[in-house]
């Protein structure tokens, strides 16, 4: 989906380069924040504008959600130092647990066979 593609190239690349030219200490600060304002501004929309959301829907909502993770976890902008903490922020907790609403429950190979 190009939806978060877009978040991510003209809003989250862009705030990342601008604190790389600040001292060390704000992007400590400020990197955080950006991710998690832009994640949960996509929360609130979806709850401001009472989503019905279908399994196609919440399966692009979860590509959403592993795009902006990998672009954390890979990106030459985001500090190597910070990728692991960023990528594991408490917003992406909250995606996952709307997803978890969203998406049917994923069974082992095991549990089929057992039923």
């Given at each position: ?8 190239d003209d809003i989250?690349?862009?705030?990342c380069q ?5 001292p ?6 400020l ?17 401001r504008?009472?989503?019905?959301i ?8 979860q590509n ?5 993770r ?5 990106s ?8 692991r ?7 992406f907790?909250?995606?996952g ?10 069974l ?8």
């Amino acid at each position: 989906d190009l939806y978060m593609q877009r978040l991510v190239d003209d809003i989250l690349a862009p705030a990342c380069q601008t604190i790389a030219h600040g001292p060390p200490q704000s992007g400590e600060e400020l990197l955080p924040r950006v991710v998690t304002v832009i994640l949960e501004a996509l929360l609130q929309h979806l709850l401001r504008i009472k989503a019905r959301i279908s399994l196609q829907g919440a399966q692009r909502l979860q590509n959403d959600v592993d795009y902006a993770r990998n672009w954390i976890q890979t990106s030459p902008l985001v500090p190597r130092a910070r990728m692991r903490e960023l990528a594991s922020l408490s917003v992406f907790t909250r995606l996952g647990h709307v997803l978890s609403l969203l998406l049917p429950p994923r069974l082992l190979p095991e549990q089929i066979s057992e039923s």
